[in-house]
C-alpha cells in the first residue's frame, strides 16, 4: 500500500503527498484489527461466557433449595470425592514422573531420543476413548495383564486404578512440556558449580535445580489437574460409570443429561467450571512469574 | 593448605574430535598457572577434567600428594570459577557464599562468620541481600569467586573467569585477582585466551592448540624464547618474515640480518619479529636491510609504522619518536632487527602464517595491539 503511493505521488506534485493516501489506507488499516478483535470478542462471548452464563441460569433455576439438596446427594458426594482423589493422584504421580521423564529429555543423549520426546505427546494427540479402549485392552477381560493382576486379587478396571492409570496417560504430557524447556534454558552450569561446591546429586536436585524449575513445572502441573478433572472419554470407558462407584463427577454430569434431571448436572458442571477459573486464574498468575523466571 | 596439580598424558574425545591430546604439565602450589590458548585449543576441557566435571579417556591427575582422577567433583573439594558465573540466581547474594559450606553441613556459627569473612574480602558486604541479577558482571564473578572460596578449597580453577566482561572491568579484576591471590595464596589455574591477562597474572604459562601443550614455561620464556612458530605468533603481536638461512645466518634477499643459529634446517625459513624490535636507522650499517616507509601513524609518544622489503613482504613497527627522527612516510630507509625468532618454513603452521608472503597487509595479530597500547601507556 506504501509503495503505491510513493509511487503516485510524482504524478501529482499539486497534491501534498499523503493528503489523498492516507486516510483511506489508514482506515483500512485500522479496519482490519479491528474486525480481527470483534470477532475474538464475539467468540468469547458466544462459546466461552455464553454456555457459562447459561449454567449458571440453569443451576439456580429452580431455586436455592435445589442446589443444597444436591450437594447433600451421596452419589453426587461420592462423585466429587472421586474425581478429587483421582485428580490427587494424577498430580503426585504426574509430578515426579514428568520431572523425571523431562530431566531425562532435557539432559541426557541416547538413540531414538528423538522419538520418545514425539511418543510423550501421543497422549495429547490420540482420542481420550482410544486411550480408555487401549486400558481395556491391555486389563480388561482377556487382556495381557489381566491374569496376573486377576490372581492377585487385584481388580483393574471398572475400578480406581484404572481411572487414575488413564487420567495419568493423557495428563502427563502437560508437566513434561512445560518442565523441558524451563530446563534446557537453566543449563548445566549452575548444578556443576553445586556439584564442585561438594553438594550431592540430590542436594543439587532439591537445592538448585527444583527452586530454579519450580514455576514452569506448576504450572504444568495445574495444567495437568485441570485436565484430570475434566477427563470423561477414557474414564467413562474404563470405570463402567458405576453409580455411587466409579462415578466421577463428569460422569454424573453425563448420567444427569441420560435421565433427563438437568438442574443437578448443572449445578455439578458449574461447581467443576467455577473450580477450573480459578485453576485457571492460578495458572495466569504462574505464567507471569514463569516469564520473569526466564527473563 | 596449597598443593600442585599435576596432570599426565590427559587425553579426551567427543565422537571423532581429539579435545585433548596427551597433555601434562603442572601447576606449582601456591602459584598462579595459565593455561593460554586460542578458542577450541582444549583449554577447558583439561580444567573440567581436573574439577570432574569431564571423565578423561586416559591420563591422571594428582592434586598435592592425592590422586583424582576416577574422584567425583565432590570428592575432590576444588574451587571452580565459571566464565559465566553460575551463580545460584534464586539465592541472595549471601546464601550463594554459603551454599558450599551449608551442604557440606559446616556449623551455623561458622558458616556465617565465613560468609562475612568472604564478602568483605571481596568487597560486597553491603550487597549481601541482593539477587545474581541485580548486580553487575563484575560483582556477580567476585560473588562466584567469594562462593567457591568458601568451602577453603585446596585449588582454585577459574574457566575463563573475565572472559564475559568488558575491557575496563577485566583490568580492574585481574589487578583484584592478583592481591588477593598473593594474599591467600591458592594454587590456581586460569583458563584464558588472553596472553596479556595470562602474562599479567600467572608465573607459569603453558599455551595449548589443537589439544597439544606447545609450550609450558615462565612468562618471560614464552615470550622472549618461544619453542614453536605458534607460540611465538600467539603471543604478543608478531611479523611473520619470510627469508633463507645460510651458514647460520638469516637473509632476506641479499641482506644478513640475524643469526639464526638454533634453526637446524634451512634453506627456507620464517622469521618471527615483534613490531617493537624493527629499528629504523636513516643510513646503512651491520645486518640491516632496506626497507620503504609506507605508511607512518604518530600515536602521541610512538608511532605505527608499515613498511615493505625490497621482495615485497610487508613489516609492522612500532617505535617511541624519539627513535624516529628523519623517518617519513616514502622514505627509502634501513631496518634492523633487535631481536627475532626464526623457524624453519616447513615447520607446524602458526596462526599468523597462513598468508605467509602476502603482499598488501603485514602479517600481524592485530587484534591485541590496542590493548598492548593502553597498558604501556598506562604504565608511564
Excluded at chain 1, 483511506?24 to 462471548?45: D, N, Q
Excluded at chain 2, 578458542?39 to 591420563?59: F, H, N, W, Y
Excluded at chain 2, 623457524?343 to 595491539?369: C, V, Y
Aim: aromatic share 8%; glycine share 10%.
Amino acid at each position: 500500500m506504501n509503495t503505491a503511493q510513493t509511487q503516485e505521488r510524482p504524478q501529482r506534485p499539486d497534491i501534498p503527498a499523503g493528503a489523498s493516501g492516507r486516510p483511506s489506507g489508514g482506515r483500512r488499516e485500522k479496519l482490519v484489527p479491528a474486525l480481527l478483535v470483534a470477532v475474538a470478542l464475539a467468540y468469547v462471548l458466544v462459546l466461552l461466557l455464553g454456555p457459562l452464563g447459561g449454567i449458571i441460569y440453569y443451576a439456580f433455576k429452580s431455586g436455592l433449595s435445589v442446589v443444597g439438596q444436591t450437594f447433600t446427594r451421596p452419589d453426587v458426594q461420592h462423585a466429587f470425592y472421586l474425581t478429587f482423589v483421582i485428580m490427587l493422584i494424577t498430580v503426585v504421580v504426574n509430578t515426579v514422573f514428568g520431572v523425571l521423564m523431562a530431566l531425562v529429555l532435557a539432559r541426557d543423549r541416547f538413540p531414538g531420543k528423538r522419538l520418545m520426546s514425539a511418543l510423550v505427546d501421543l497422549p495429547l494427540a490420540v482420542s481420550p476413548v482410544i486411550v480408555g479402549l487401549m486400558a481395556v485392552l491391555l486389563f480388561g477381560r482377556g487382556g495381557w495383564f489381566e491374569p496376573f493382576f486377576a490372581a492377585r486379587g487385584i481388580q483393574i478396571i471398572f475400578a480406581l486404578p484404572s481411572m487414575v492409570l488413564v487420567t495419568i496417560f493423557i495428563s502427563i504430557p502437560f508437566v513434561i512440556r512445560e518442565t523441558v524447556p524451563v530446563l534446557q534454558e537453566l543449563g548445566l552450569e549452575e548444578e556443576q558449580a553445586a556439584w564442585t561446591l561438594g553438594a550431592s546429586k540430590l542436594q543439587t536436585f532439591f537445592r538448585v535445580t527444583l527452586p530454579n524449575i519450580r514455576w514452569g513445572l506448576l504450572y504444568g502441573i495445574a495444567l495437568s489437574a485441570a485436565r484430570a478433572i475434566g477427563e470423561v472419554g477414557a474414564v467413562l470407558i474404563v470405570s463402567g460409570a458405576i453409580e455411587g462407584k466409579t462415578e466421577t463427577a463428569t460422569l454424573f454430569i453425563l448420567r444427569t443429561f441420560d435421565q433427563f434431571q438437568d438442574q443437578p448436572g448443572y449445578i455439578v458442571a458449574l461447581t467443576l467450571a467455577v473450580f477450573s477459573i480459578v485453576l485457571l486464574i492460578g495458572i495466569e498468575i504462574l505464567k507471569r512469574k514463569r516469564t520473569r523466571e526466564a527473563g | 593448605m596449597a598443593g600442585a596439580i599435576e596432570v599426565r598424558n590427559l587425553t579426551k574425545s567427543f565422537g571423532t574430535f581429539c579435545a585433548v591430546d596427551d597433555v601434562s604439565f603442572e601447576a606449582r602450589a601456591g602459584e598462579i598457572t595459565a593455561l593460554l590458548g586460542p578458542s577450541g585449543s582444549g583449554k577447558s576441557t583439561v580444567l573440567r577434567m581436573i574439577a570432574g566435571l569431564e571423565q578423561p579417556d586416559t591420563g591422571r591427575i594428582w592434586v598435592g600428594d592425592e590422586e583424582h582422577t576416577s574422584k567425583t567433583p565432590q570428592e575432590r573439594r576444588l574451587g571452580f570459577v565459571f566464565q559465566h558465573y553460575a551463580l545460584f540466581r534464586h539465592m541472595n547474594v549471601r546464601q550463594n557464599v554459603g551454599f558450599g559450606l551449608k551442604v557440606r553441613k559446616a556449623s551455623r556459627a561458622d558458616t556465617q562468620s565465613r560468609i562475612d569473612e568472604l564478602l568483605k574480602l571481596v568487597g560486597l558486604g553491603p550487597f549481601a541481600d541482593r539477587y545474581p541479577d541485580q548486580l553487575s558482571g563484575g560483582q556477580r564473578q567476585r560473588v562466584a569467586l567469594a562462593r567457591a572460596l568458601a568451602p577453603r578449597p585446596e585449588v582454585l580453577l577459574l574457566d575463563e573467569p573475565f572472559g564475559a566482561l568488558d575491557a575496563h572491568v577485566r583490568q580492574e579484576l585481574r589487578r583484584w585477582l592478583d592481591r588477593l591471590h598473593r594474599e591467600l595464596g591458592v594454587t590456581s589455574l586460569l583458563v584464558t585466551h588472553d596472553q596479556e591477562e595470562a602474562l599479567e597474572l600467572a608465573s607459569g604459562v603453558v599455551v595449548m592448540h589443537r589439544g597439544r601443550v606447545e609450550q609450558a614455561a615462565s612468562p618471560v620464556d614464552i615470550y622472549n624464547r618461544p619453542a614453536t612458530p605458534f607460540v611465538a605468533g600467539f603471543v604478543g603481536a608478531s611479523n611473520v618474515l619470510r627469508g633463507t638461512v645460510r651458514e647460520g645466518d638469516l637473509h632476506f634477499g641479499t641482506s644478513v640480518v640475524a643469526r639464526a643459529d638454533d634453526t637446524e634446517v634451512g634453506p627456507s625459513a620464517r622469521a618471527y619479529v615483534r613490531p617493537h624490535d624493527v629499528l629504523l636507522t636513516l643510513g646503512r650499517g651491520d645486518r640491516t636491510f632496506p626497507v620503504t616507509v609506507e605508511r607512518r601513524t604518530d600515536l602521541g609518544w610512538l608511532s605505527k609504522l608499515q613498511l615493505r622489503l625490497d621482495d615485497g613482504q610487508a613489516v609492522f613497527a612500532q617505535l617511541p619518536n624519539a627513535e624516529l627522527d628523519g623517518i617519513e612516510e616514502g622514505g627509502h630507509v634501513y631496518a634492523k632487527l633487535r631481536s627475532t625468532k626464526v623457524f624453519p618454513l616447513d615447520g607446524e603452521d602458526a596462526p599468523a602464517a597462513s598468508g605467509a608472503g602476502g603482499t598488501s597487509q603485514p602479517l600481524l595479530r592485530t587484534s591485541d595491539e590496542n590493548e598492548t597500547l593502553t597498558s604501556r601507556a598506562g604504565q608511564t
